[in-house]
């Protein structure tokens, strides 16, 4: 994986799926090299979204685009193959949802993907301490799992930091990686705190200008991190 970070990553979740490929492409067109796919199975949250084909759809769509595939579904095991094969890149499990994570990362990684763990509100940073070794990336969530459009957590900015601590102090390099209520208004401050990859759902599928809103967003991450150099 060879990107400059930080990563601006825009879900698909809140894309026109009556013209996905169209979207997908004018993003593309904008400079974005990485799609987020939220997979909700209407148990481990609230709400179902899409499952492998559409994945494959946006493999076939973004050939050389990197996929960060966030599996928001229980049992995630029985699903990782048929994610892998739709064309994920990365594939993110839920740290509630593995009484194996381990384990599980581990069949992540002999299907050929990078493996990602992921944490809701709710869940304490530290807890991920034991695989943070293993993983190629952390997400936190920074609104609680389900729907697009939900207003940022601010404790999340607390989570980013402890877990860039950790990376720096055991001289780890798994990527760290927010999603959720990821805007204008909060992206600058999320890169100081340490992140490197921003998942933006609303705030780019939404805005009027999707050209315009990638190039801002963006604008704003790297100025952010050169005041960290």
């Given at each position: 994986?060879?990107?400059?970070?930080?990563?601006?990553?825009?879900?698909?979740?809140?894309?026109?799926?009556?013209?996905?490929?169209?979207?997908?492409?004018?993003?593309?067109?904008?400079?974005?090299?990485?799609?987020?796919?939220?997979?909700?199975?209407?148990?481990?949250?609230?709400?179902?979204?899409?499952?492998?084909?559409?994945?494959?759809?946006?493999?076939?769509?973004?050939?050389?685009?990197?996929?960060?595939?966030?599996?928001?579904?229980?049992?995630?095991?029985?699903?990782?193959?048929?994610?892998?094969?739709?064309?994920?890149?990365?594939?993110?499990?839920?740290?509630?949802t593995c009484p194996?994570?381990?384990?599980?990362?581990?069949?992540?990684?002999?299907?050929?993907?990078?493996?990602?763990?992921?944490?809701?509100?709710?869940?304490?940073?530290?807890?991920?301490?034991p695989v943070l070794?293993?993983?190629?990336?952390?997400?936190?969530?920074?609104?609680?799992?389900?729907?697009?459009?939900?207003?940022?957590?601010?404790?999340?900015?607390?989570?980013?930091?402890?877990?860039?601590?950790?990376?720096?102090?055991?001289?780890?390099?798994?990527?760290?990686?927010?999603?959720?209520?990821?805007?204008?208004?909060?992206?600058?401050?999320?890169?100081?705190?340490?992140?490197?990859?921003?998942?933006?759902?609303?705030?780019?599928?939404?805005?009027?200008?999707?050209?315009?809103?990638?190039?801002?967003?963006?604008s704003k991450a790297?100025?952010?991190?050169?005041?960290?150099?």
């Amino acid at each position: 994986m060879n990107f400059d970070l930080p990563v601006l990553a825009p879900s698909i979740l809140a894309a026109n799926f009556s013209k996905l490929g169209e979207e997908l492409q004018t993003c593309s067109d904008a400079g974005i090299r990485w799609f987020h796919c939220d997979i909700m199975d209407g148990h481990f949250v609230p709400n179902i979204s899409y499952g492998p084909m559409i994945v494959e759809t946006v493999r076939e769509c973004q050939p050389e685009a990197f996929l960060d595939v966030h599996l928001m579904i229980e049992n995630p095991d029985q699903y990782l193959e048929d994610f892998a094969d739709a064309g994920a890149d990365l594939i993110s499990v839920h740290y509630e949802t593995c009484p194996h994570l381990h384990r599980t990362i581990q069949q992540i990684k002999k299907m050929g993907c990078m493996a990602g763990a992921v944490i809701n509100p709710a869940t304490s940073a530290e807890l991920l301490r034991p695989v943070l070794p293993d993983l190629d990336l952390t997400l936190i969530m920074s609104v609680n799992p389900g729907f697009g459009g939900q207003a940022f957590i601010e404790s999340s900015y607390r989570k980013v930091q402890q877990l860039a601590q950790i990376r720096q102090e055991e001289q780890l390099s798994f990527l760290i990686e927010v999603d959720g209520g990821v805007g204008i208004k909060n992206i600058g401050k999320l890169v100081q705190s340490g992140v490197d990859v921003l998942v933006a759902g609303s705030s780019v599928f939404k805005a009027d200008n999707i050209p315009a809103r990638i190039a801002e967003l963006q604008s704003k991450a790297l100025t952010s991190s050169n005041k960290l150099v």
